[in-house]
């Protein structure tokens, strides 16, 4: 039973505009949310994360959306780059917990 | 620079035999992770630890065993009691009262001959 989904196993978009990563959970005691972006044959690189008294919290380009009463979570990248291009993990935390759940991964191509 | 290393990159297993991936860490981290990655799915939980001298198993501990004799250290030994231990192996760490970010290494491949 995946507790963390991302429903879209890839995502095209052109330079310049939005990429809009999606993610859904199901383990209403999850409350703090990670994404990660990873190139293939390394490790993933933390990019932003949010808690779940937040419901937006931004770092540059990257901002993360959280609706808990949906449990949907989105990774907003603007404007979008060539070197954006990599596959991209959602991954949650529950209270007290040290253990990531995630999901399977969005690969992004950003096309110039 | 502070970093998370493992080695080898790559690494090879013959059958019946024990091997172990090496994961150091220099950024004072108090808690370290295993994690396996297979083709097209997420990052699993192998074993944690928080502190030295404890660990506690993640949900695919089953033929895999770990010591935590030192921060800096958790190494990470696939036993011949893993039937299918071809995979990506990441190992991150975290500083849990600096917030609950993991950090990872840049992974080891580990190949069945």
């Known amino acids: 039973d995946q507790q963390v989904k991302q429903n879209s196993p890839s995502l095209s978009v052109q330079e310049g505009r939005i990429s809009i990563l999606n993610c859904d959970y199901t383990?209403?005691?999850?409350?703090?949310f990670l994404w990660y972006k990873k190139y293939p044959a390394e490790g993933p690189t933390f990019l932003i994360s949010?808690?779940?008294?937040?419901d937006k919290n931004e770092d540059g380009r990257f901002t993360v959306f959280l609706n808990k009463s949906a449990k949907h979570l989105s990774l907003h990248i603007v404007p979008s780059q060539p070197g954006d291009s990599a596959v991209y993990f959602c991954?949650?935390?529950?209270?007290?917990?040290?253990?990531?759940?995630f999901g399977k991964g969005t690969k992004l191509s950003v096309i110039p | 620079d502070g970093g998370i290393t493992q080695s080898p990159k790559y690494l090879f297993r013959k059958e019946g035999q024990n091997v172990t991936l090496s994961c150091e860490q220099n950024?004072?981290?108090?808690?370290m992770y295993w994690y396996r990655q297979d083709p097209g799915q997420g990052l699993r939980l192998i074993y944690y630890?928080?502190?030295?001298?404890?660990?506690q198993k993640g949900d695919i501990a089953e033929g895999y065993s770990v010591s935590r004799e030192k921060k800096e250290s958790f190494p990470l030994t696939v036993t011949s009691a893993q039937k299918n231990p071809t995979a990506f192996y990441l190992c991150?760490?975290?500083?849990?009262?600096?917030?609950?970010?993991?950090?990872f290494g840049p992974g080891t491949r580990l190949l069945v001959l």
């Open positions: 991150a760490s975290s500083m849990p009262d600096k917030g609950r970010a993991q950090y």
């Open positions: 383990n209403s005691m999850f409350d703090y």
């Open positions: 949010i808690s779940s008294i937040k």
């Open positions: 991954a949650a935390l529950g209270a007290g917990s040290y253990q990531l759940t």
């Open positions: 950024l004072n981290h108090d808690a």
């Open positions: 630890s928080q502190i030295v001298n404890d660990f």
